[in-house]
């Protein structure tokens, strides 16, 4: 998984018919982003401009992909940071990290000679917990605090338009105040895939090996309930890893299927029997 995780950290651009799945969150996204895009009809009929989106999942739903096509499909500046890299000992230094950030996003979008910048915040959880609650912190809450000071700053007639991304999987331990209008006022879901969504994936990550013809994607979706886009990148990768040491130029059925059990043994997936 930590593989994926870098290897998605490098891949700087991607359109969303790249991603498989989440069908119902790209349309809702989608819709969402077109705010961005029609800046001038927003602001002509006075709509408040959209801050921030949050994208809720579990690990390795494509959470962090959808945030780049979400970039690209904006023309926006891409930048990302995570919520454990404010975490610090010292008083202000999250805060001050957080005005960095958007102060980055926009010098950013301005070198590359665009009009709005995305800031994505992985694991916004980790700051933005519920304040006063047992496990928040008074470093975590100030750092929390500037962000909602950034994001009230954000203003229709800013030159570059500033849209916040944040990722979570635990969308219920969220300080209620990001929630609130004006602030990350929606929340799109991001499941695990179902079965189609597991064979568009799997198809997206085949792409350029070489499949013997009999291998079946639909009965490697259909075993692999529970699993996430993360996880079924690394099948694709195994089963050709498996194929390699066979000394073999293809990849057949039987290494999906050592593939798919290296895998539940290795990452030991959390995933419900499958019927
Ligand atoms: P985390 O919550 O752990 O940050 P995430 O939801 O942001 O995870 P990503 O980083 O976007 O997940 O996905 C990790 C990798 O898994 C991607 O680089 C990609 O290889 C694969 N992947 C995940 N979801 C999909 C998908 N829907 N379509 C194609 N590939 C996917």
Do not use: W
């Amino acid at each position: 998984n930590k593989n994926n995780k870098s290897s998605s950290k490098v891949l700087t651009s991607i359109e969303f018919n790249e991603i498989g799945g989440q069908k119902s969150a790209k349309k809702e996204l989608i819709e969402a982003l077109d705010f961005i895009v029609d800046r001038d009809k927003v602001k002509k009929l006075g709509i408040r401009p959209l801050k921030g989106i949050i994208l809720a999942g579990p690990p390795g739903t494509g959470k962090t992909l959808l945030a780049k096509a979400a970039a690209k499909y904006t023309g926006s500046a891409f930048i990302s940071a995570s919520g454990s890299e404010f975490v610090e000992m010292y008083a202000g230094v999250g805060a001050k990290r957080i005005r960095k950030l958007f102060k980055d996003a926009v010098s950013k979008a301005k070198k590359e000679d665009k009009n709005s910048a995305l800031i994505f915040v992985d694991e916004v959880d980790v700051l933005g917990i519920k304040r006063g609650s047992s496990s928040s912190h008074m470093e975590y809450d100030q750092t929390l605090n500037e962000l909602l000071v950034q994001m009230d700053g954000i203003k229709v007639n800013d030159d570059v338009q500033v849209l916040i991304m944040a990722a979570t999987n635990r969308v219920d331990l969220l300080d209620d105040a990001l929630l609130r209008p004006g602030r990350f006022d929606r929340v799109v879901n991001i499941p695990l895939p179902s079965k189609e969504g597991r064979e568009e994936i799997l198809k997206i990550h085949c792409k350029n090996k070489p499949l013997d013809k009999n291998v079946d994607i639909s009965s490697i979706a259909e075993q692999t309930f529970g699993f996430s886009g993360a996880h079924l990148e690394s099948i694709a990768n195994e089963a050709a890893i498996m194929a390699m040491r066979e000394n073999s130029s293809v990849i057949y059925q039987k290494h999906f299927t050592l593939a798919i059990e290296k895998v539940i043994m290795g990452e030991k997936v959390d995933r419900v029997p499958s019927k």
